[in-house]
């Protein structure tokens, strides 16, 4: 018997889930972000390979009522840890349509609809962070794959500077690829560089201070060295949401012949706002630009972008794989799966074009002004209390803090403070260590986000810390 010769109802399936989003969505902001009470769920999604399947709508039953209690409730409005952005309205339902009709996006001739979308998705990102209209680009899974792809371009270009066609012939051969970047790094562009090749400690870094601040004499004394050489500049660093100073690195790579490539995963949205767009100056002077969209676009998972200034790089790192059924329609037609890593992929361009088109420019900058806000009163209000300590002045929308306490091992308190954090629920932020300190680093990037949720967090640190505070005092009498 082949189930699927009945043809189950699809649009029947569709609806409910559709019938549990309103209750799902209106809970939403007031649920623990993760409830450790409702865990014992997740043993129902386990049991062996059913021979006989269960039916579509039991199983999507199923899967609703497990996940819409024991998902991590990471789109609402309190998820502070790492940089997650939630659903936006229109992003969720360009997303659903995105499943809808399945569009094989990687080929003209599969999907001119989803192409076209793509191509208008980028450029109108290059238009929202001020980057030339000329250049290239291509979607990607996440930013991971965003610096993977800039990168591989960069290396391409630094085989070239060698007489090597690396997408050909590989880096065999070659000496290592000089990488140089500041303490500010991504561990996903050393994991790019693995991925690429030329291994992830080919990175140098030039830092002046223990937050990894770019030394750029150092990087100017390391370019005169080394030859052709790739310089990656972050804009936006996970710690503190600092920013490397773009500009004198773009001139530091104009004098030294070398690539520059710019993290902006989540900090390339500082352009969209006058009170910090300055953060980014120099970036269209960059040879490659990555970014998430699942991040501050707010867009569902996966969304990230990749730009590059010679747009003919993407192709000749990507493209010409010797299929001949993929040979293009016509020399008019994109192939996005000869410009980037995928080659089979979602239209995962549907969700940006419907979020970029129902709020437009105007609608995000309102948003990041409004977290830049909010970055301001969870500084003000941390500065305000006695038991915390600010650790790095807010650049954008991520605070670095910690907990203080008189004669406490601060690392070990605040490491405490972290976990306690994550189990409470109430709000989701997680601990990092900067300039060797253990401390909290929320990021706000929400666009569910509001002061009363800002002032809830700090309520819940200052509220946990003391607790943790007395079993502590506890414990020494
Ligand atoms: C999040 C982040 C990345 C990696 O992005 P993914 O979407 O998780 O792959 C890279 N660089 C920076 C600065 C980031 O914040």
Redesign the pocket.
């Known amino acids: 018997m082949d189930p699927l010769l009945d043809r189950d109802n699809a649009a029947d399936l569709l609806a409910d889930v559709a019938a549990a989003a309103p209750g799902y969505l209106a809970d939403l902001p007031d649920r623990l972000v993760r409830d450790v009470a409702s865990h014992h769920l997740l043993d129902g999604l386990d049991g062996p390979l059913p021979e006989d399947g269960h039916g579509s709508p039991g199983s999507i039953a199923e899967l609703l009522r497990i996940g819409t209690s024991a998902a991590t409730h990471s789109s609402g409005p309190r998820f502070f840890h790492?940089?997650v952005g939630g659903s936006t309205p229109a992003a969720m339902a360009g997303d659903w349509v995105t499943s809808l009709l399945d569009q094989l996006s990687g080929m003209w001739a599969a999907s001119p609809f989803a192409i076209t979308a793509e191509t208008v998705a980028l450029r109108w990102l290059k238009d929202l962070f001020g980057l030339p209209p000329d250049w290239g680009g291509v979607l990607t899974?996440?930013?991971?794959?965003?610096?993977l792809t800039g990168l591989a371009c960069a290396r391409q270009w630094w085989g070239e500077q060698h007489g090597v066609d690396v997408a050909a012939d590989g880096i065999a051969g070659l000496p290592r690829t000089p990488v140089i970047a500041s303490g500010y790094v991504?561990?996903?562009?050393r994991k790019a560089l693995q991925i690429l090749g030329c291994g992830r400690d080919t990175v140098q870094v030039h830092a002046r201070d223990d937050a990894g601040r770019a030394d750029l004499d150092g990087m100017r004394r390391a370019l005169a060295d080394t030859g052709p050489a790739v310089l990656v500049a972050?804009?936006?660093?996970?710690n503190a949401g600092d920013f490397d100073p773009i500009d004198a690195m773009a001139d530091l790579a104009a004098e030294h012949r070398a690539w520059l490539h710019v993290?902006?995963?989540?900090?390339l949205f500082a352009a969209l706002s006058p009170r910090t767009a300055h953060l980014v100056d120099g970036v269209a002077r960059a040879d490659s630009v990555?970014a998430?969209g699942?991040?501050w676009l707010n867009v569902p998972y996966?969304s990230?972008f990749a730009f590059v200034r010679q747009a003919h790089r993407l192709g000749e790192t990507f493209g010409s794989w010797n299929a001949p059924y993929l040979a293009p329609e016509d020399e008019n037609s994109v192939d996005y799966n000869c410009l980037g890593p995928e080659s089979s992929r979602r239209a995962r361009a549907l969700p940006i074009w419907a979020s970029l088109r129902a709020y437009g420019r105007a609608g995000y900058r309102a948003m990041i002004e409004r977290h830049l806000d909010l970055a301001e009163r969870l500084e003000f209000l941390v500065e305000e209390s006695p038991d915390l300590e600010l650790l790095a002045p807010a650049q954008l929308c991520v605070v670095c803090f910690r907990y203080t306490a008189a004669g406490r091992d601060l690392d070990a308190l605040n490491a405490a403070l972290g976990r306690a954090i994550l189990d409470d629920g109430r709000v989701y932020v997680g601990t990092t260590v900067y300039r060797g300190m253990t401390a909290l680093r929320p990021a706000i990037v929400n666009w569910r986000t509001t002061e009363a949720d800002i002032d809830l967090l700090v309520t819940v640190v200052r509220e946990l810390g003391a607790r943790l505070q007395l079993i502590d005092s506890a414990k020494i009498m």
Request: proline share 7%.
């Open positions: 790492f940089v899974p996440s930013a991971t794959f965003a610096n991504h561990p996903s562009v972050s804009a936006g660093e996970v993290d902006g995963a989540f900090g990555a998430d699942h991040k996966e990230g």
